[in-house]
Structures are given as structure tokens and as C-alpha cells.
């Protein structure tokens, strides 16, 4: 195990064990991270060692032909897609690059581990592939050092409580991921997307789910509103996509703008470039000292989520058909509230992704979970981590 300071980067899962074993006997709380590269997500840990696991990388299992890939959680994630691309096989999730959105130093995407612990999902949610549900296996270490395992590395698993779900998207606050399985997915022969000019967000709300509810398999349905941008596309349009083999997608197309006439369509890098910047919420074009949020509303309450957030000087663009939002706006209290505000009105939910530490210290960085669900949440915590040792205060004050 090697250490600098008060930072600990194990060479392996037995260092990862070890040092949670030494932080739960000396009561010592420890910040978790992959890559460092989600730092700045949510609310600032409080801890002052840190347990990097950087060095436990490596892609430990690889099988083509049955769709499936295992890696140690500290494995680059553009480590892992370039060993996909060179069998034409993708993660199907499409996890964002944050890193530009949340300030990360040195690029890059971060980790596997990373990845699966925030639950982070692209564009092809809305066709149903969320990272969560692509977990088949996971190691981890829990808050008293075990090293345990749920799920395998076939696709029909029956292993009782799926801890994998559990933990994905826990944020590393109840137990430190080590090893992730992954079902994969084929690379498509080709991509093209529909652009298509609207009037305003009702009316591409409208388009997107035209384009969602057509038998076209539509894999990704975005807006840019007016006065956003994404590589060279201005909007307001709505944006859909389409992926498969060549034929497919061309005799598909050909449909799709024969239902959703007046639009024009972008073929290959050009459209993948732009799935890429709308992925990684990059036409938000954050400046430094704001804050982003991250709305989840039903796609037919948008555009008047839209709305009130316009009134308050926010910026925004729309993914997953609608029902998600992202948002920039000043990192102020009274902004942040009229942004829960909003997202209560629209009968969703909301997450804080990025603002300068006094605010992420001083304002919920999620909804407040109901009495009944925060009792169970808090039974969970103490079940996996019981000396509250890991991540603490990530995602609520105390907790």
C-alpha cells in the first residue's frame, strides 16, 4: 500500500480492505474516490483521508462473445471503451465525461467504479439502458473491511438481494466498489440524427416524444433551446437519433422525416459529435463560479419547468425526451431554492451536480427523502457501514 500523506492509494483489493479495516478501528472517517474526476459532485466529503483507487485498475475478464466485461473499479473508462471498440462493442449506457462540467484537472472520464457509484447514465437512458441495470457482478469492500461480492459474470444471475443495484449510484457511502461486470452491447453500423427546428420547448417536447413513441427505435431524443448550441447546431430544435445497421437506419430515417417533416439529418462523426457534446451537457457552456443542476420531470411538465428557470436567468437544455433538464445559473441560495422550488412544481426531483464548496455545504444537494424511506436508508448505512466511516456527508449533512 502506498500513501501520500493523507491520501492512500492501494495496490489491490486486500490494500482497499486493509485500509478500511484501519479507518473503521481507529474511527477514522475516509473520503472515497476513483480518479478524483467526480470531486466536485454533490456535497464536499468530510474527511481528511482520502482512499484512491486509482491503482486497483486493470480489465480482469473479457468475453466477446458473450457480451460480457470485467474490470477492477479504478480502471479508466477510456481504457475499457477502446478494448470494446476493438471488438465493434460499446457500453451501451453511454456514461458522460463530466469532467470539463465539474472542473476535473487532468480530463479524462474517470473510472468504472466511478461511473457505476454515481449511476451515471447518457442519452440512451431514455431507450432504457441505464448503467445500473447493466451491472451483473460487483466486488466491494464494506465499511468494516469484508470483502464481499453480489452478482457474477453471466447475464441470468439468481443470487438473492441484488446489492448491485443497491450500490450503484450510493455515491462510495456504503461500501468501496472494487471489481464491476458489465454487459455490453454491439457498435452500430451506423448513426444519423434528425434535426428538426422548433418553435419552442412545448413544441420540441411534442417532437421528442413523437419521435420516442414511433416504432422507429429512436436512441436518443434531445433539445437544444434557443440560443444554445452544440457542435455547429443551434437551437431550438429537437434532436433524434438513430442507430443500427446501415439499412435499418437508412430505410428508418427515411420514415422518421417522412412523420416529422422539415428537419434535416446528420450522418456519422458529425452526429456522434454531437450525441458527445449532449451527453456531456457541454452547449450549457458553464462559466466559472457557477453551479449546475441536474432536474429529473415528467417530459410533459418542461417546458414550464423551463420557463420559471428562465426567469431567474437560468440556462438549459433538455434530454431524455424531456424529463431531464439541465440547468446553469449564479451559485446563489436564492437561486438554488427556486430550482428545488421548480422541480417540486414539476413533480420531479433534483440534484445539485456542481457549485462552489459554500454552497454545496450549506444547501441540500438532493431531495429529502420521506420519514419512511429515510429509515430504511438509515438501517442500509448502518448494515454495510456501521461506523459511518465511508463517504461521510456526500449526499445529506451528517450522513
Request: glycine residues 12%.
Amino acid at each position: 500500500m502506498s500513501g501520500e500523506g493523507s491520501r492512500i492509494a492501494p495496490a489491490d483489493e486486500a490494500g482497499v480492505s486493509a485500509a478500511v479495516v484501519a479507518a473503521h478501528a481507529e474511527g477514522v472517517p475516509l473520503a472515497v474516490e476513483g480518479r478524483g474526476t467526480k470531486a466536485a459532485m454533490l456535497r464536499p466529503v468530510q474527511a481528511a483521508r482520502t482512499l484512491s483507487l486509482r491503482a486497483v485498475s486493470g480489465i480482469t475478464f473479457y468475453k466477446p462473445e458473450e457480451m460480457v466485461i470485467s474490470a477492477r473499479a479504478g480502471t479508466p473508462l477510456e481504457e475499457i471503451e477502446a478494448a470494446l471498440a476493438e471488438r465493434r462493442q460499446r457500453i451501451v449506457a453511454e456514461p458522460p465525461d463530466l469532467g470539463a462540467l465539474l472542473g476535473a484537472t487532468g480530463g479524462g472520464k474517470g473510472s468504472i467504479g466511478g461511473v457505476v457509484a454515481c449511476n451515471l447514465s447518457g442519452p440512451r437512458r431514455v431507450a432504457g439502458f441505464a448503467t445500473r441495470d447493466l451491472v451483473l457482478g460487483l466486488r466491494f469492500v464494506n465499511g468494516e473491511g469484508e470483502v464481499l461480492r453480489s452478482g457474477g459474470r453471466v447475464h441470468k444471475n439468481v443470487t438473492g438481494l441484488d446489492l448491485c443495484k443497491l450500490l450503484s449510484g450510493s455515491h462510495g457511502t456504503l461500501a468501496v466498489i472494487t471489481e464491476v461486470t458489465l454487459k455490453v452491447g454491439p457498435a452500430p453500423e451506423r448513426t444519423a440524427t434528425l434535426v428538426l427546428p422548433v418553435a419552442d420547448e412545448a413544441a420540441g417536447v411534442v417532437a421528442l416524444s413523437a419521435g420516442l413513441t414511433s416504432p422507429f427505435g429512436v436512441t436518443g431524443a434531445a433539445m437544444l433551446p434557443e440560443g444554445v448550441s452544440a457542435n455547429g447546431v443551434m437551437g431550438p430544435v429537437a434532436l433524434l437519433r438513430l442507430e443500427d445497421v446501415e439499412a435499418s437506419v437508412r430505410y428508418r430515417m427515411e420514415r422518421l422525416r417522412a412523420a416529422l417533416p422539415g428537419g434535416r439529418v446528420l450522418e456519422g462523426d458529425e452526429s456522434r459529435a454531437l450525441w458527445r457534446a449532449v451527453r456531456d451537457a457541454a452547449p450549457l457552456a458553464v462559466a466559472q463560479g457557477e453551479a449546475v443542476w441536474r432536474l429529473s420531470v415528467r417530459p410533459s411538465r418542461a417546458s414550464a419547468a423551463v420557463a420559471a428557470l428562465r426567469s431567474i436567468g437560468a440556462r438549459v437544455m433538455l434530454d431524455w425526451g424531456g424529463g431531464l433538464v439541465w440547468v446553469a445559473g449564479a451559485a446563489t441560495s436564492a437561486v438554488h431554492e427556486a430550482v428545488m422550488e421548480t422541480a417540486r412544481r414539476a413533480g420531479g426531483t433534483f440534484t445539485l451536480f456542481r457549485a462552489p464548496d459554500p454552497m454545496r455545504v450549506s444547501v441540500p444537494v438532493i431531495p429529502d427523502e420521506v420519514p419512511a424511506l429515510a429509515a430504511l436508508s438509515a438501517r442500509v448505512k448502518a448494515a454495510l457501514d456501521p461506523g459511518g466511516r465511508l463517504n461521510p456527508g456526500r449526499m445529506r449533512a451528517g450522513g
